[in-house]
C-alpha cells in the first residue's frame, strides 16, 4: 500500500523539504491491506525519509490514535531521522475548554526541524 505511492516517488527522484502527516489510526488497502498506526508507523517515517531532501526544513506528524505517547513518536523520528541535523520535540495536542484552564487532550504530535 504505502511502497507503491513512496516507491514511486524513489524512482522518480522526488525530494521533498518538509513533510507534514497525518495518517490514520486504522484502514485498509485496495487489495484488503491493513494498516494500523501503531504497527505501521515507524515503516512510513522509514519511507519518508527516502524522499527527504538533503537539508530539509521540517518533519511533522499528529495522530489521534489512542495507545501510543508522544515520547514514542520522537522516539521513532529519532531513530528513523539520525542522518539529519536538527531539533526534536513532541506533545500533546488539546483543545481549551471554555471558561476554564484546563485543556482536553485529543492527540499527540512529533516533529523534527532543522537547527
Known sequence: MLQNLFGREIRRGNKYDAIIMDPPSYGRGKNGEVWQFENNISDLVELCSEVLSDN??????NSYTTGISSK?????LSIKLKRYKGKLSSGEIGLP?????????????????NK
Open 56 to 61: 530539509p526544513l521540517f518533519f511533522l506528524i
Open 72 to 76: 514514542v513518536l520522537e522516539n521513532i
Open 97 to 113: 475548554m471554555t471558561n476554564s484552564e484546563l485543556v482536553l487532550p485529543c492527540g499527540i504530535y512529533g516533529r523534527w526541524e
